[in-house]
């Protein structure tokens, strides 16, 4: 404010002496008269200091609205960098609107010589000059004067804060309706007169302790009224305020629910008689009547504080008995103005309550999201904590059963052997193995009692801690909206240190929690099935439904009405020895693959020869070897460097991969598969299959190749009437 001032005051210093030069040439030199250029430079100042006159008032108003809306960011919005921002915009934009009038004038051209008889532009020829004298005078004089007066409230100046008016007086015969004569009325006056001998006091120079005290009396004397009137008010039946209340032949009144009977807390009739439940006078229940008069002092009775020592507690002041209206900045707490007089507030900044309310509650609104954030965390990584504890238990019983479920295992391999001798070989062995196992159980179980209790201690404390925190972090936000919630008196109660507690808080994760056993019971024989099984379980998860396309089906095939079945209906040869009169038909599916991973599985139960795999979308079927001259080998033709990556089985029991070699290679089976796995990794350049019938074990990869163009799935059910089905991974 301080600097728009003083450039609004040297805006008008200059703009009133922006003609002085040529006035003084005048005077004492006598020249009267004024060049082209000369009376440009005068015009040139004069606007130009109009203009930033101007947007200084605007900058001037706009200090003025932050300082009474934003009081507490005043400083934070208004900083020293803004206020150069503003002054520079100022001058800037004085002078872009008036330098171009610079060279606009230049360039006029005038029919006439360029001389103006007056010094200051003006015509006039009527009006005397001691009135030219006294306009100028005044215009130089009385504006420097009056700036420092109107924009001289600078906020939070203690010197400027005008005394806050004083509480007004608790009259009981206004705010309960009470008449003249009524008890009332006593505390009435007792109030008016305390608060008249308090403002005497501080006209006449009289103690101010004095005052003190008696209004420290004067509030404990209004308590004790406050609770009198509670008793009057409060029905006898259910002791709560009056709520409708009606009025008896004896004049007492009650609840209208509890004097008709229509509450539980009721008082039933005896004797056929109606009675008062307080002095057992009867009464006609025709007679009652509703007490406005006593419903209008309880209305106006539940807005005020109905604890005896509660009123002076929060409203008045402790140490002045004065009532709380102003809240200091620096201390953070709530004061009465004798407080902000005093040698304690002495230069604080201080701010009626009401002004600072909103700002500290959108202050605590955000701190109730970020601590309700944190709340959420943390009953995120309570639960967290709690599903880990399950697991550990579930992963114990899980292990401690694990010899049970490997039992089955080891009886079915039992069964394939018939023999009797081999069977107690057999026996005998696993006798011997089994007491190893029990030892290696027994230890392997105490480890893992062990880890497990140093696991579970480890979720505990973490546990404890975290419901700890919670609790804590649960009484913040309730205190946060109490006050919130509250009055403006409970808001800004002790704000310093909720504000603090607030900001500062922070929810301590827990460490890193074990996530697995460290110790697993390793079994040599399943190893390698769960290995199997796992790469298994992954690969399904890229499985694609793919279908064939009859488009490219050979002509002795019949596809399925659904697309996933293909069957061979040609004739049968009679010499199904020559691996090439396996090979003319053959169906594409109709998908197309040139990224990514994809899986399905095909159904080769019964058939006693077949080819499946991908191939290139580019090859040409293969319907006849007699087309190809000096009849080449079909595992040439069938190898990935013509764009197949296929195996296959022959002569019921030979399963074969067609690498890129003279021959195909020969496959070991132990159990032959019922349904076959393909997996296509594009990027990688592999195709793998696996037997599912035997747990997902490979049968066979092409690694490492570079496909040149799209894949898509080759199906070739060669003579065999058994058809070849597409199948979905079973669960």
């Known amino acids: 404010m301080y600097i728009f001032l003083s450039m609004l005051a040297s805006a008008d210093v200059l703009l009133s002496t922006s003609t002085r030069p040529k006035t003084l040439a005048n005077f004492w030199l006598g020249s009267r008269h004024i060049s082209f250029n000369g009376c440009l430079t005068q015009m040139f100042f004069i606007h130009f200091l109009f203009v930033a006159d101007s947007a200084v008032l605007l900058a001037m108003a706009f200090d003025r609205y932050v300082a009474i809306c934003s009081p507490l960011k005043y400083t934070t919005i208004l900083t020293r960098q803004v206020i150069g921002k503003i002054v520079a915009a100022t001058l800037a934009r004085s002078f872009i609107i008036m330098f171009p009038s610079i060279f606009l004038l230049k360039r006029l051209h005038y029919c006439r010589i360029n001389v103006i008889e007056h010094t200051i532009l003006f015509g006039g020829k009527h009006i005397p000059r001691y009135v030219h004298i006294l306009l100028a005078n005044l215009y130089v004089v009385i504006p420097p004067m009056l700036n420092p007066v109107i924009y001289g409230t600078v906020p939070g100046c203690p010197e400027a804060t005008p005394p806050p008016p004083p509480a007004p007086p608790f009259c009981l015969d206004d705010s309960f309706g009470l008449d003249e004569e009524s008890p009332g009325c ?218 049970l479920v490997q039992q089955p295992v080891f009886s079915s391999l039992v069964l394939k052997n018939q023999v009797e001798p081999e069977r107690h070989r057999i026996r005998t062995e696993f006798k011997h193995l089994r007491s190893i196992l029990d030892r290696e159980e027994q230890r392997e179980l105490r480890k893992l009692e062990v880890e497990e209790k140093k696991g579970l201690s480890i979720i505990e404390k973490a546990e404890g801690d975290l419901i700890h925190q919670s609790q804590s972090l649960k009484d913040l936000i309730s205190d946060l909206e109490h006050r919130c919630q509250g009055s403006t008196v409970e808001l800004l109660q002790d704000v310093s240190d909720v504000t603090k507690r607030s900001e500062f808080w922070t929810l301590r994760k827990p460490q890193a929690l074990p996530t697995k056993l460290k110790s697993l019971f390793r079994a040599p024989d399943l190893k390698k099935m769960l290995r199997v099984f796992r790469e298994l379980t992954d690969v399904q ?45 053959s169906v594409l599916g109709s998908q197309h693959f040139s990224s990514g991973k994809y899986y399905w599985e095909v159904d080769v139960t019964k058939k006693t020869a077949w080819i499946l795999g991908v191939c290139s979308n580019q090859v040409e079927p293969m319907f006849s070897f007699s087309q190809y001259p000096g009849k080449q080998s079909a595992y040439s033709r069938y190898q990935p460097q013509s764009g197949y990556w296929v195996i296959g089985l022959q002569h019921k029991h030979e399963y074969r991969a067609y690498e890129d070699s003279s021959t195909s290679l020969l496959l070991s089976m132990t159990v032959p598969p019922r349904r076959i796995g393909v997996f296509l990794d594009y990027e990688a350049g592999t195709v793998s299959f696996y037997n599912v019938t035997n747990h997902g074990l490979p049968i066979y990869t092409f690694s490492k190749y570079y496909f040149p163009t799209a894949l898509c799935p080759y199906f070739n059910p060669c003579s065999c009437v058994v058809p070849m089905t597409l199948r979905r991974p079973s669960p």
């Open 186 to 403: 006593k505390s009435s006056a007792l109030i008016h007169a305390t608060d008249f001998r308090l403002d005497s006091t501080s006209k006449n120079g009289l103690s101010v302790r004095a005052g003190q005290v008696g209004a420290k009396r004067v509030a404990t004397m209004t308590s004790a009224v406050l609770v009198d009137i509670r008793d009057e008010v409060t029905c006898p039946i259910c002791l709560e305020l009056l709520t409708e209340p009606l009025s008896i032949d004896c004049g007492h009144s009650f609840c209208q629910d509890c004097i008709t009977g229509s509450s539980d807390k009721s008082v039933p009739n005896q004797e056929g008689k109606n009675r008062c439940p307080v002095c057992r006078t009867a009464y006609q229940p025709e007679n009652l009547r509703p007490n406005r008069h006593l419903a209008i002092i309880v209305k106006r009775f539940r807005g005020t504080v109905l604890g005896p020592g509660k009123q002076r507690e929060v409203i008045l002041c402790g140490l002045h008995g004065e009532k709380l209206q102003l809240f200091c900045k620096e201390d953070g707490k709530l004061i009465c103005w004798l407080c902000e007089r005093s040698q304690e507030h002495h230069g604080h900044h201080t701010f009626l309550m009401e002004e600072v309310a909103k700002d500290y509650q959108e202050m605590f609104q955000e701190s109730l999201k970020k601590l309700r954030k944190e709340q959420q965390e943390a009953e995120r990584l309570k639960a967290l904590i709690q599903e880990k504890r399950e697991s550990w238990k579930a992963s114990r019983i899980l292990l401690k059963g694990e010899p």
């Open 541 to 585: 998860n890229y499985w694609v439904d793919v279908t064939l396309n009859p488009q490219t089906a050979n002509l002795n095939l019949v596809l399925s009405k659904n697309r996933r079945q293909v069957r061979f209906v040609g004739a049968k040869l009679s010499k199904p020895s020559c691996l090439e009169e396996h090979y003319d038909c």
